[in-house]
């Protein structure tokens, strides 16, 4: 491909027949969901135009579910750079006619025996097979003077394989992955040997979702490394046989582990082996490092507050999602000790409805995941943003209606915050309503503020400053802000890069009042994108008169996008007029003009000035 893509989306070429072989573009990063599934006729897939082997090219980073699934004729050895992190679910299904088998049949991806640096070995799994008896999991060229590690074992690698009995870790090397479902449904599964202990090596790093789902027959307890950054949802869900009463109280499963101090492993919160769980609270066990994703979800007859302690690091998605029960929660209990927290997942806490109390975020924070607080509508107090926050996902705050205190960037000029995200603090109507100023700067590097970001804001107040770096306003971005005053302008100052402002970005805001003055780069205004806000305006017995000022670079003016607005000049500085949608103009005043450049005239009268 030309277009040489950082990303192919879900489905792009599924059961596409007539493709024969497919060059993968340099910069490719990620591929998405069953991007070429059930293409029965590809043969070739490579990241060069040569060769029938599989290479993929060195930046790629996640494979994800049945990308190949189904492509039966897909022929070759199978390269995976050392850049990928993630093979999910599935994703070589069916292509047996693939190299690199054991004699059991379980695919491994191949090492390059002139740059072997740059590759990594996988476990990709069994691609459709049936595997009965033990497996060992090791590289069929692994000899025993020449161990070659393993660094992951894919998605569902051996889900479903009831016959599967004995596994043995012990010549993989250091596992540094074991992705979604690798042994889920693998009922008749246990550790090799008389060990009652479930081991990983010293290198894990990610646990995936359901990655022994039903796996009743394992028993014994869990031994997790301290280099554990990432666990999925329920890895051990319906493990009933790990139900030993000093890691499983209640049905809420824990790993092996004390504080680092006194042992190599980490003591993680696994979550609920099975859905019968007793009202066990909320207190963690002390050095509890990690909650598993969905460890609690939809527990509903668990009551009181959440205790986190200092040494919690990462809570993962879905851990408390939909526990309505809850009414309150600490994430630093004692003020004398930093806090470690790090990562909040994905609709951790989203749907806790009677979740009450201060929200205070500590300064540790590096990411709060989407949907994070969605829907915690009894949660009070300021929004707090360390400057270490690099990502906050979409409707993280959502609903979030009883916030009222003000929302506080720390550190604006020095955080790496880059991006806003879709409806992430949309419908917090109260916030702001206790503080005078209502907002803080916001992070001077954020290039794009997305839709709905802060809509329905409607007790945020003071004067809207955007940031300094900021390319894009989106969809109702700002739509109902009714509690911003002022000016609202862009030329000569912060943001220096606004390019582009969607519909209704600024719609409703009828108490930003006075001049609109839009800067040099801007390019499109979408449709009502400043319908009610901005122009003349009476305060007593005065009417103030107002002036809106277009820059040369802009291109097009939406439909009604001044709605309801009256200004008494109209400046504009392009000699080529924009393309104007309909209405788009305000009202002029009755000695109202618009200004326009020398010798541009007939552009103007062409255009619907």
């Known amino acids: 491909t030309n277009a040489d893509p950082n990303s192919i989306g879900t489905e792009a070429q599924t059961s596409w027949q007539q493709i024969t072989k497919v060059i993968l573009p340099n910069k490719l990063e990620t591929i998405e969901k069953s991007a070429f599934y059930n293409c029965t006729a590809l043969v070739t897939v490579t990241s060069n135009s040569t060769g029938t082997d599989l290479y993929f090219p060195s930046g790629l980073k996640t494979i994800s579910e049945k990308v190949f699934e189904n492509c039966s004729k897909l022929k070759g050895k199978v390269f995976i750079p050392n850049s990928v992190t993630r093979i999910k679910d599935l994703a070589f299904k069916g292509c047996t006619l693939l190299e690199g088998k054991t004699t059991q049949g379980v695919l491994y991806s191949s090492i390059s025996e002139t740059n072997p640096s740059a590759y990594n070995a996988w476990c990709i799994g069994m691609c459709g097979a049936t595997l009965t008896g033990d497996v060992v999991i090791k590289h069929p060229n692994s000899t025993e003077g020449n161990l070659i590690p393993i660094y992951g074992i894919a998605g569902a690698a051996f889900m479903n394989s009831t016959a599967l009995a004995n596994f043995s870790l012990a010549e993989a090397g250091e596992i540094k992955v074991i992705d979604n479902y690798a042994f889920s449904g693998c009922t008749a599964l246990k550790q090799a040997g008389t060990s009652n202990v479930l081991a990983f090596g010293n290198k894990l790093e990610t646990l995936g979702s359901y990655a022994f789902q039903s796996c009743s027959t394992i028993t014994g307890y869990v031994n997790l490394p301290y280099t554990l950054k990432e666990v999925g949802v329920l890895p051990f869900f319906g493990c009933t046989g790990l139900n030993n009463p000093t890691?499983?109280?209640?049905?809420?499963?824990?790993?092996?582990?004390?504080?680092?101090?006194?042992?190599?492993?980490?003591?993680?919160?696994?979550?609920?082996?099975?859905?019968?769980?007793?009202?066990?609270?909320?207190?963690?066990?002390?050095?509890?490092?990690?909650?598993?994703?969905?460890?609690?979800?939809?527990?509903?007859?668990?009551?009181?507050?959440?205790?986190?302690?200092?040494?919690?690091?990462?809570?993962?998605?879905?851990?408390?999602?939909?526990?309505?029960?809850?009414?309150?929660?600490?994430?630093?209990?004692?003020?004398?000790?930093?806090?470690?927290?790090?990562?909040?997942?994905?609709?951790?806490?989203?749907?806790?409805?009677?979740?009450?109390?201060?929200?205070?975020?500590?300064?540790?924070?590096?990411?709060?995941?989407?949907?994070?607080?969605d829907g915690c509508s009894q949660v009070t107090g300021s929004i707090d943003i360390g400057s270490n926050v690099t990502s906050i996902g979409e409707y993280a705050f959502n609903n979030c209606s009883s916030l009222n205190g003000s929302l506080n960037f720390t550190n604006s000029d020095l955080s790496n915050l880059t991006r806003i995200e879709k409806g992430t603090f949309l419908n917090c109507s109260s916030l702001g309503s206790h503080d005078e100023q209502g907002i803080t700067s916001l992070p001077r590097k954020v290039t794009l503020i997305d839709d709905e970001a802060f809509a329905g804001c409607t007790s945020l107040k003071g004067e809207l400053n955007l940031p300094e770096f900021?390319?894009?306003?989106?969809?109702?971005?700002?739509?109902?802000?009714?509690?911003?005053?002022g000016t609202f302008n862009t030329s000569g100052t912060a943001p220096l890069n606004l390019k582009y402002i969607g519909d209704e970005a600024f719609a409703g805001c009828t108490n930003i009042t006075g001049n609109i003055s839009l800067s040099e780069g801007l390019e499109m205004i979408g449709a009502?994108?400043?319908?009610?806000?901005?122009?003349?305006?009476?305060?007593?017995?005065?009417?103030?008169?107002?002036?809106?000022?277009?820059?040369?670079?802009?291109?097009?003016?939406?439909?009604?996008?001044?709605?309801?607005?009256?200004?008494?000049?109209?400046?504009?500085?392009?000699?080529?007029?924009?393309?104007?949608?309909?209405?788009?103009?305000?009202?002029?005043?009755?000695?109202?003009?618009?200004?326009?450049?020398?010798?541009?005239?007939?552009?103007?009268?062409?255009?619907?000035?």
């Open 470 to 485: 900021l390319e894009t306003v989106g969809v109702q971005a700002f739509k109902g802000c009714t509690g911003f005053t």
């Open 247 to 373: 890691y499983c109280k209640n049905g809420i499963l824990y790993s092996n582990g004390t504080s680092f101090e006194q042992s190599q492993y980490a003591q993680w919160c696994l979550g609920k082996i099975t859905n019968n769980v007793g009202n066990a609270g909320f207190t963690l066990r002390n050095n509890t490092i990690g909650i598993a994703g969905g460890a609690f979800k939809d527990i509903k007859t668990f009551t009181g507050s959440i205790s986190f302690d200092n040494d919690l690091k990462y809570i993962g998605d879905s851990a408390f999602e939909n526990c309505t029960s809850l009414y309150g929660f600490s994430f630093v209990i004692d003020p004398g000790k930093q806090p470690t927290l790090e990562i909040i997942g994905d609709s951790a806490f989203a749907s806790c409805t009677g979740l009450g109390g201060v929200l205070k975020l500590p300064e540790s924070l590096t990411k709060i995941g989407a949907h994070a607080f």
């Open 528 to 609: 009502s994108a400043f319908n009610g806000c901005g122009g003349c305006h009476t305060e007593g017995t005065t009417h103030t008169k107002a002036t809106l000022t277009f820059p040369a670079s802009l291109k097009f003016i939406n439909d009604h996008a001044f709605a309801d607005t009256e200004f008494s000049t109209i400046i504009f500085n392009g000699e080529t007029a924009p393309k104007m949608g309909y209405q788009w103009n305000p009202k002029l005043c009755e000695d109202g003009r618009i200004i326009i450049p020398a010798n541009s005239k007939d552009s103007y009268f062409e255009s619907n000035v």
